[in-house]
């Protein structure tokens, strides 16, 4: 059995994400489907597209305020709920995806210029960006360092985090705290090589998608660079596919193409 943890699972790729894992139709292999599991984890309650799921076991739903103690108190259930019958390599969480993040809410936009720079818009944007994927990274970090066979953490993140791709300024918040998350995940990965050696992470970034986040932004985006959800959830799972377990952290787009830090 293959057990994948959702984070931010509310999200609109997030859904996607766990509706290709947990759905025998969309997957090729259909005696594997068949196995998976999803621990979903959300401030909010499930969407009702994923009910199907909760009804046939597949799925485990976990509402989180994100903070500290409610992450530790959920993984501490988990892992303690799991048989000691059950080998190392069955007990650990075959992959991991991280899908929090914000661009806008209905109090701020992106910051066009230096003057519309608000503390307290940063602050919002970077706890969602940031911490919060930092706090769950550094809650799993104990439980990742004994796994032996390979896991994949996937944590969303956005070309716009690219320093050296910035050409255009501007979205100072949302620029910011995706450095500072790549940052942080580029230091985790340095960390794992040496602490959790089966473990991978990818940053991964997933275009431009038909979601709430981008809503505000799409007139201007062409048809065939505004991607589905379904198609941002199958290039995410995939990623996988474009990376070696080199105890380095991957930087990388909707195409599996590498992005400059």
């Known amino acids: 059995m293959r057990t994948s943890l959702v984070i931010g699972a509310s999200s609109t790729i997030a859904q996607a994400v766990i509706a290709q894992l947990l759905n025998d139709n969309l997957n090729k292999n259909k005696a594997k489907a068949e196995l998976n599991k999803v621990i979903a984890v959300s401030r909010q309650a499930m969407p009702q597209s994923l009910a199907p799921f909760l009804a046939n076991g597949k799925l485990t739903w976990r509402q989180s305020d994100y903070q500290q103690a409610s992450i530790q108190a959920l993984l501490t259930e988990h892992f303690a709920t799991l048989s000691v019958t059950h080998s190392k390599v069955q007990r650990q969480l075959g992959e991991i995806i991280i899908c929090n993040g914000i661009l806008h809410s209905e109090d701020f936009m992106p910051e066009k210029k230096i003057e519309a720079f ?32 390979p896991c994949f953490v996937t944590v969303m993140s956005a070309r716009i985090g690219s320093i050296s791709d910035n050409q255009l300024g501007g979205w100072y918040s949302y620029r910011m705290s995706k450095a500072a998350l790549n940052m942080a995940v580029k230091c985790l990965a340095i960390e794992a090589s040496r602490r959790a050696k089966q473990v991978k992470f990818i940053l991964f970034h997933p275009g431009t998608t038909d979601t709430p986040l981008s809503k505000p932004f799409q007139r201007n985006v062409r048809k065939d660079k505004l991607f589905t959800p379904a198609f941002v959830a199958t290039q995410l799972l995939s990623a996988k596919h474009h990376v070696e377990l080199d105890g380095q952290a991957s930087y990388l787009d909707w195409q599996h193409k590498v992005i400059p830090w």
């Open 118 to 149: 608000e503390p307290s818009a940063f602050d919002q944007v970077f706890s969602a960006n940031t911490l919060t994927p930092l706090r769950w990274l550094q809650s799993l970090m104990p439980y990742l360092e004994h796994y032996q066979a």
